[in-house]
């Protein structure tokens, strides 16, 4: 073989080479374009991937205000500093907030799915239509209304001089105003997230199958029993999604705390909206919100790691 050949013959074999890794690399892709409804399809979620990839872009924003230098008057300093981190390490009252936000979160979201459970089992098994069709209402209204106008009836409710204390005064007991204690500011997360939470676990329990149940009556068992050993087991990742959804929902609350809690339970997202319109302080606006989300981010992953992501999609082995 000449030298032009052995030339020729390498090259030719380089480009074999890179022709095979591209083939290898396109086999990789989870994307499909040879069928026109895949490329459709993907068409079709590529303004939710922008939009996802504009919050990552916030994130990372976020990450880059959090060192930078808070100064009263000129407010942002370009000058990187670990001093917002610090401040956040070092006060005990920011661990107060994340102890009281998460203390709520999970009480309210205990709450929530006990009741979101029964709720949407009658959605699914009642027989009366027009009872189903009452639920479904009931189930959909608050989300005719936004969050702070419900939060302002919850004020007109658990006022001093609301119903509730027109209640007591009737039954000849002490008027009392609920703002500003726990009891409001539960009632009113409660009845805020229920309904995400029973939208999580109607899916499940809908593709529970009711010979299930049938059967398990035939061999003796209780409605509690069957309700106990049957339904409650096959709906578990609804109740891993509702769970999920209403925890991580409330960790980010702000107006609920704000208008019920009165000023005295105050969340992580009011401190954060503190910093941002109160002082102006942007860098350590972005600590708590960077620590608030990877304490939730930490929760939802613990939870798919345990129990798997329920009805919310695919497994994370898979993902």
Not at 6 to 14: C, E, T, V
Not at 19 to 41: C, N, T, Y
Not at 236 to 258: E, L
């Amino acid at each position: 073989m000449s030298i032009r050949e052995g030339l020729r013959y390498g090259s030719l074999r380089a480009k074999w080479r890179v022709v095979d890794a591209l083939i290898a690399a396109k086999e990789r892709v989870p994307v499909h374009f040879e069928d026109i409804s895949d490329r459709f399809g993907y068409a079709l979620i590529i303004p939710g991937i922008l939009l996802v990839s504009f919050l990552a872009v916030g994130m990372v924003l976020l990450a880059w205000y959090s060192v930078l230098t808070y100064d009263t008057v000129e407010i942002i300093i370009y000058e990187y500093t670990l001093g917002n981190w610090e401040e956040l390490v070092d006060t005990g009252a920011f661990y107060t907030v994340f102890f009281r936000t998460i203390l709520y979160s999970a009480v309210v979201t205990v709450g929530c799915v006990a009741l979101a459970i029964p709720y949407a089992y009658l959605v699914v098994r009642t027989d009366r239509t027009l009872f189903r069709y009452l639920l479904l209402f009931g189930l959909f209204v608050p989300f005719f209304t936004g969050v702070i106008i419900r939060a302002y009836g919850w004020l007109i409710i658990l006022g001093k001089n609301g119903l509730l204390s027109w209640v007591l005064s009737a039954l000849s007991l002490p008027s009392m105003s609920f703002i500003g204690t726990p009891v409001a500011v539960f009632v009113g997360l409660l009845q805020y997230l229920l309904p995400f939470a029973v939208l999580m676990l109607t899916p499940a329990i809908a593709s529970i199958d009711p010979d299930l149940e049938r059967a398990a009556r035939n061999c003796g068992a209780s409605q509690w029993q069957t309700f106990r050993h049957v339904v409650l087991p096959l709906a578990r990742p609804g109740i891993t999604a509702a769970t999920i959804v209403a925890f991580t929902i409330c960790m980010a609350n702000y107006s609920i705390p704000d208008l019920l809690g009165g000023g005295t339970i105050s969340f992580v997202a009011n401190f954060i909206y503190n910093q941002v319109f109160g002082t102006l302080n942007y860098p350590f606006a972005a600590v708590l919100s960077l620590a608030l989300v990877a304490v939730a981010s930490s929760f939802v992953l613990i939870v798919f790691k345990i129990y798997g992501t329920g009805t919310l999609g695919v497994e994370v082995d898979e993902a």
